[in-house]
RNA sequence: GCCCCCAUCGUCUAGGGGACCAGGACGUGGCCCUUUCAAGGCCAAGACCGGGGUUCGAAUCCCCGUGGGGGCACCA
């Protein structure tokens, strides 16, 4: 596909909100739009909406901001418009309707009368006698014109496909390659519900072939009725899309689909399939494409690493894996941490001032910002970490615990005393820059006999509250001379107090 | 039960008849660097599901098992 110049492809996004968001839906909107852009051709998004009890407005609103986020906008769609419009299934009713009768004409489906009952009871039978469970045809056998009559005289229907009841269908997949079953194994399914409203597998092809897409790109549940569409196609004589069944993702242990238990029990870890959670957890939209483009492609035998557009150059069809993938958590850190890394510092900053003013850092100064985020670049696999790791930088007192500022092989004495000719050192000290105060503080710790770690670790007890933080002598010249100062006191108080 | 798909380290994967005593990444362990924690560098352990075939030669092709997954709605 990248290796020579294809033609503009038209794929297509078409999820059905009537839930959140989540991780496999990414991945498809992320190839379609893959190969939209590579192709120069358009990424388009359909609302498959014709279930209108199952539809949620807020899954919709979700799903929207999610594909945003991911850096995934739709050439054509909601909200957006585009020559083929509407975009939600649920306004093209009509257009499904028209089609099906127009397969009824051709002799390709056939109006089907029998009550839920009556289909309920066969099914019953069937799976008594140990059947695969099926329509029994009693429909099909119909005389057309007397079906035609029952319609006109408003008896309710649906529509069924007639599938042919010999040979067998082929289909080619581009992963698999083809694709065949025996037609007998397949049914005579309903196209059009009583209600009027077209089901997902004519209307999906008839908007598919409307809307000119030349890729199909999603999940491979849709491989047992990857026949049927083909025969729909093929029934209305149209150029059938290249077919791609994506590999479904299992959960970490790689036993199982993901449940609404596994997803509950990830969110204790930190982590969520759901991609607004993601967001809120604070991994990058980079990460979460690079790492989620990875499962199931590949590029070479060790490239891991891609921004968008290096994705846009380098993906492929042809590299896709068919096989099911766990998902694997650690290896999102690890891809979170790589692209944090990789951003320049303004822009990483702009990032973290969202977590840190929700957690209640109000007033956060650009200029301090600024110098903290280089401080917490490297040490932060999260967004939502830099404020464990950079949190005193703009708090206006620490409060560490006594016995962290009591050092290796101290006395609370010892330490109190290490602190006050620290003070005693930093007030003397013309300004706090991290090359001075070093020095400073390695003579002194040489002065007290006690290793650099020592007295170290106790001063960064004293200035961050906590016993991990950035390299000490650079936070303490984004803190400031005063409020280091302040807290060393501070810290004696808190030792002698102890000691009285 | 029936149908379909899949099968390389714990996980994601490279490999598509000889280049493979199987390469990379995550994770794990160790070392180096180091004021803590990271980052970074180096090293280590770790896999071709089983059985038949085809072939001079099979991780690679075929068949059968087995295992895993998906589907069997007037959902998508």
Redesign the pocket.
Known sequence: MSTHAAKPARTRF???P?GRTHLGGGRTALYDFLVARQTGGQFILRI?D??RK?YSPDSERELFESLRWLGLQWDEGPEVGGPHAPYHQSQRKDIYLEHAHLLVEMGHAYFCF???ER?ERI?QEQQRR?????YDGTCRRLDPDEAARRVAAGE?H?IRFKMPQEGSTTGVDRL??E????NR?L?DY?IV???G?A???L??MVDDHLMEITHVIRG??????FPLHVHIIRAFGWEEPDWVHL??F?K?S????MSKRDTADLMKDGFSIYLTDLRDLGYLPEAVVNWTA???W?Y???T?FFSMPELIEKFSLD?L??????I?F??L??FN??HI?KLPAPDLAARLRPFFEKAGYHKIDEDKLLKVTPLVQ???VTLEDALVMGGFFFEEEVYPNLVDLVGDNMTPADSAAALRRAEQILTGLPELRRESS?EAFRALAEELDLS??QL??IL?VAVTGK????????SMGVIGKDTVVRRIRNAIDLLENYAA
């Open positions: 078409a999820p059905s009537t498959e014709t279930d199952r029998c009550s839920l289909l099914r140990k059947e695969p469970p099926r309710r649906v698999r390659g694709i065949t079953v025996e194994n049914d309903i519900k009583s209600d409203w089901l997902y597998h209307a999906a491979s549940e849709w491989l047992p009725t590999s479904i299992l970490p790689g036993k199982g689909k990875l499962m199931g590949s070479d035998d060790r891991e590299r894996n068919p096989s099911p993938a766990a694997n650690s290896k850190d690890h941490g790589l890394r490297p040490r932060i070093e650099a770690g170290f670790g960064r016993t991990v933080s950035p390299p000490l002598f650079e």
